[in-house]
Structures are given as structure tokens and as C-alpha cells.
């Protein structure tokens, strides 16, 4: 039965899927299985051309709170879980899908699932949402890329601050501090997500994927090196275009924008 599933799969609409961590009696714990699991659902989405887009959210009142230490703390040789082998790595999981993933935090994100959330392209976060980095107090050193992604996106200092206490961070400073897009109440979470993931899929089907991997290939270099490879890829594309290409999405362009601005201010 789909409620006994670890990680339960639906497809909304056309081109996403919402994937949901199922163990909210555990706040959505990463046991072993639940990890090979998410390792699996991703890499099945990822060979499915009809999903374009993914969100991930869980059930319950919690996100993720990381690894399941239970489990851990009763296992003979933690360091495996700590870093996986790839069938057991959800980030790489993660990183393996082609378009863009929207993490719907829910609630707490803790540790392991502060760093699902970082290896999210975007975060929506409920007023519940809550992060925490407790590597520190654990005695663990990160090994899914917290200890890199944060710092990029939130600063060094930031970053050392949370990583270094183990404190929580509430939704709304995240927000402040440019870790998530935006903090919606509850009620509204799926639905923004759902909407943004809509958005995603409205634009030219192969832009989600070159846009996603320009910026992403650009990060990992120096910011000269980046420009360089923007004007690379940018001239190889636009070999393949036609003025009647142009010409046919500029006027949907329009179009949207005309459409926007009446519900604008229709309301």
C-alpha cells in the first residue's frame, strides 16, 4: 500500500512529481532503508522523460531529521552510513537528475536533511520549517556537502555560526539570509510549490535542463572561467535557432506578461 511506502511518488500533472519521505512517526528519519529507497525513486525518475520536474517534501511535521541514529547507534560500522556508497547516497541521487528539484520544507530540517535540502535548485519553506546543522555535537564530520553549500549560500561566517553551535535557524531568518526563496504559511506550502513547479514547466522544455547545468557547471569555477563558459555554450545554442523560433516565443512572452499583469490588477 502506498501509505506503508518509504518514499511515496505521485505525479500531480503532467511533467512533476512529488516525492514525499514517509516515516513521520520518525520525522522522516533516514534509516537504511528509507535511503536506498530515495536512492531508487530518484534514479527511476531520472530514466522517466515525462517527469521535468520534482518536489520533495515530507510527511508529518517534519522535513528530515537526518540520519536515523537509532539505527546508527546499534550499527557495528557508522562510517558507511556517514558516507555512503552511491546506493545508498541520496545526494548523489539528487545531484544525478537532469532538471530542477523544489524542496517544500515542511518543517524540521536536521543535519542529513539540511543537507537534502541544500541539494535542492530551490527552497520553499513553511513558517514550521526549522534547520539545523548538529554535525558538530554528534562527533560527525559532514559528508553529503553541507559544509560546502552553506557557506556558499548563506556566507562563511553565517554558515560557521550554525555548523559550529548546532543551533536552530527558524524560517523566516533563512529566508533574511538567502538560504530559502520564500516562507509561506502551512496551508500553502504544497500548493506554492506545486505552482512554482508549473512555472518551471511552462518554459522552453530544454532550457530547464541547459539553463540548470550552465549555472551549476559555472559555480564550480572561477567567476572569469564561468563567464567564459556561458559565452561558450550560449554560441553553440544559438547555432541551432531560427528567427522563427524567436519570433514564436517572444510573442508567448508577451502574452504571459500581458496575462500576469491582469491578474496583477485583478486582485
Known amino acids: 500500500m502506498i501509505a506503508d511506502a518509504l518514499v511515496i511518488v505521485e505525479r500531480p500533472f503532467a511533467g512533476c512529481a512529488l516525492v514525499t519521505l514517509n516515516r513521520p512517526r520518525a520525522m522522516n528519519a533516514m534509516s537504511l532503508l528509507l535511503r536506498r529507497e530515495l536512492v ?48 545508498e547516497d541520496p545526494v548523489l541521487a ?21 543537507e537534502l535540502a541544500l541539494a535542492c535548485d530551490m527552497l520553499i519553506a513553511s513558517t514550521a520549517a526549522r534547520f539545523a546543522d548538529t554535525h558538530a555535537r554528534v562527533g560527525v564530520l559532514p559528508g553529503w556537502g553541507l559544509s560546502q553549500r552553506l557557506p556558499r549560500l548563506i556566507g562563511a561566517q553565517r554558515a560557521k555560526e550554525l555548523s559550529l553551535t548546532g543551533n536552530f535557524l527558524d524560517a523566516q531568518r533563512a529566508e533574511a539570509w538567502g538560504l ?50 556561458e559565452k561558450e555554450r550560449s554560441r553553440a545554442w544559438a547555432a541551432a535557432l531560427t528567427g522563427a523560433d524567436i519570433e514564436s516565443r517572444r510573442q508567448q512572452v508577451s502574452q504571459r506578461g500581458r496575462t500576469q499583469r491582469a491578474a496583477d490588477d485583478a486582485e
Do not use: H, W
Open 94 to 114: 539528487m545531484a544525478a537528475f537532469a532538471g530542477p528539484i523544489i524542496g517544500a520544507v515542511n518543517g524540521p530540517a536536521i543535519t542529513g536533511g539540511f
Open 40 to 87: 531508487s525513486v530518484f534514479g527511476c525518475l531520472q530514466q522517466d522523460a515525462d517527469v521535468r520536474v520534482i518536489v520533495l517534501t515530507g510527511a508529518g511535521e517534519s522535513f528530515c531529521a537526518g540520519l536515523d541514529l537509532k539505527e546508527l547507534g546499534s550499527a557495528s560500522g557508522p562510517s558507511a552510513a556517514v558516507v555512503p556508497g552511491p546506493e
Open 180 to 229: 530559502v526563496n520564500r516562507v509561506v504559511r502551512p496551508a500553502e506550502l504544497l500548493p506554492q510549490a506545486l505552482a512554482l513547479a508549473r512555472d518551471l514547466l511552462s518554459v522552453v522544455p530544454e532550457m530547464l535542463v541547459a539553463y540548470k547545468r550552465l549555472i551549476d557547471d559555472g559555480l564550480g569555477r572561477s567567476l572569469e572561467q564561468g563567464l567564459c563558459l
